[in-house]
């Protein structure tokens, strides 16, 4: 650096030298140099913007003010025969010198000129952004190159049923004890409630088990919290008698803290109809205590080994298959009733390590590449239910993707109801079950992790049992009206506004491993 500061000293500023004494890392020397003097160039006519962004590289904060510059037609800037976006430029040049692109950037909370606000003026103090850093990468799958069954004709394993007086974890002030037999309830903003056949025939209930009287304390999930499924319940048709003794105190009992006790019988319903389901507020929806819940063996290492036989089978190899992230990480098709309305809607991946998409009822998206509107969908076919039904969608949910795992929580005033294989393995739920979400309400509706579990373990049962995980990359979720066992609509194409949402990285993860594995073995003909 000493020759160059000698090599410039004549034509260098002194207010470009002193910058440059902040430069970072092995950068190119000369490019830095014509960056700074482009940058210098341009805070002359801000009177105080040099003086700023000096105090910004000296004292490293967060809390100085914005330093900015006018934003080109492209949004680029030019030095020395490379272009750039700005505040890349100088993030690389003052604070990370292995920068790649601006998807690695973010714009801290009180920055006004940040990049994303695409304001007239950007802001280049590279202590206003924040580094993104990527989800951990999911280990690779071990395909084999020939068929496992050898041969054999795939029996589908049925779908196991839910654990009975399983305990999971809650926290304190939502522990409460269901007796079996029970109809379905529901926990939402005004406490908890017993449904059956889609009314509700109970009042809310106090944190005592008895019914709530004006001026107690009433359980309900706080808006923005984070809830999980707790139990799933049967959904026999009780008759009328069978609801008298809900009401009354003692039938739903506090129990000790950290525990849940779930019911004892389940819904023995492999059709998309679904079951009904119950959930309870909690601080995250990952449940240790779970059987299918699987732990990090550390901090370090987020994803533990494959837990798979890895020495060839009758002299077979194996191969590698990794999890890519598409640029368009999921697709969402709309419904009403059995009919499709519209293009479906493709969600770009555009941070590394947090994307969203808002489903709504309103009908301009404007600006915002991130939100799907429903209200500007047209159908010559549309009935007078699915209009009221529209009307209620209102603000409708967010889906979002962060850290491998995508949860939608929703924002409308209305109920939403989700059907996720992957969730209901996740919880020890039927693989039917449907989760109906109050107002308010955030749920994790896929892991990534755990299907990496599964795929690790249907590689070793064959084609069919690995193409059947297509249906844990579908997440169907239906606004204001649900279905399954509870409701006369059994099925999810009764109701009138639903969205079926695509998974595209684990679809295309299945894809890879199929063509590894080849076609299916069970035996076919013409009249088959």
């Known amino acids: 650096m000493a020759a160059v500061a000698a090599l410039f000293s004549l034509t260098t500023s002194p207010n470009v030298k002193k910058l440059l004494g902040w430069k970072q890392g092995d950068e190119e020397e000369k490019w830095a140099l014509r960056a700074i003097e482009a940058l210098e160039k341009k805070l002359r006519k801000n009177k105080g913007a040099v003086m700023e962004l000096e105090n910004a590289l000296a004292t490293q904060s967060a809390d100085s003010k914005c330093v900015t510059i006018p934003r080109s037609l492209d949004g680029r800037l030019q030095v020395s025969h ?107 903003t ?18 005592h088990g008895g019914p709530h009287t004006p ?27 069978d609801y008298a003794s809900y009401g009354s105190p003692g039938q739903f009992g506090v129990q000790s803290p950290n525990n849940f006790q779930a ?89 590394p390590d947090h994307n969203y998409v808002i489903i709504d009822g309103y009908t301009e998206p404007g600006n915002n590449q991130q939100r799907f509107c429903l209200g500007q969908l047209s159908n010559v076919s549309r009935n007078n239910t699915v209009e009221k039904t529209r009307k209620h969608i209102g603000r409708g949910v967010k889906i979002s993707f962060e850290d491998n795992k995508v949860y939608i929580e929703c924002l409308g ?30 749920l994790k509706i896929f892991c990534h992790k755990l299907f990496h579990e599964i795929l690790t373990q249907q590689l070793t049962e064959g084609y069919e049992a690995v193409f059947d995980l297509t249906k844990h990359c579908m997440i169907r979720m239906s606004f204001v009206k649900g279905w399954g066992a509870d409701y006369h609509r059994q099925d999810v194409t009764s109701t009138p506004c639903w969205v079926e949402m695509s998974l595209n990285g684990p679809l295309q993860w299945v894809d890879k491993c199929l063509k590894y594995i080849g076609s299916s073995k069970n035996p076919i003909s013409s009249v088959s």
């Open 82 to 188: 490379r272009k750039a976006l700005p505040h890349v430029i100088y993030c690389r040049v003052w604070r990370w010198p292995d920068l790649q692109s601006h998807h690695e950037l973010k714009a801290i909370e009180t920055c006004e000129f940040g990049y994303e606000n695409k304001a007239k003026d950007v802001c280049i103090n590279p202590y206003h952004y924040r580094r993104i850093e990527s989800a951990p990468i999911l280990p690779p799958v071990l395909v084999p190159r020939f068929p496992i069954n050898n041969g054999q004709p795939w029996k589908p394993i049925p779908d196991p049923p839910l654990p009975y007086n399983q305990t999971i974890n809650a926290t304190p002030r939502s522990n409460f004890s269901y007796t079996p037999m029970s109809p379905a309830v529901t926990m939402g």
């Open 190 to 207: 005004d406490g908890l409630s017993v449904m059956g056949h889609g009314q509700q025939i109970g009042m809310p209930l106090s944190p």
């Open 215 to 241: 001026g107690q304390n009433v359980l309900s999930p706080k808006p923005g919290s984070v809830t999980s499924p707790s139990s799933c319940m049967s959904s026999p048709r009780a008759q009328p008698a």
């Open 263 to 351: 019911p004892q019988t389940y819904a023995n319903n492999q059709s998309m109809a679904g079951t009904s389901c119950v959930y309870s507020t909690a601080n995250h929806a990952s449940y240790p205590n779970s059987p299918n819940y699987v732990q990090a063996q550390s901090e370090n290492n987020p994803y533990p080994q494959q837990q798979v036989d890895q020495k060839p089978q009758n002299g077979g190899e194996y191969s590698e298959v990794r999890m890519e992230q598409p640029s368009v990480w999921a697709s969402f098709t709309y419904y009403e009733l059995n009919t499709r309305v519209g293009d479906p809607y493709h969600a770009q991946m555009i941070y």
């Open 413 to 442: 005033d209305s109920a939403v109801f989700v059907q996720s294989r992957n969730s209901n393995k996740e919880y020890g739920f039927h693989p039917s079950t449907v989760v109906k979400i109050q107002s308010g309400v955030k």
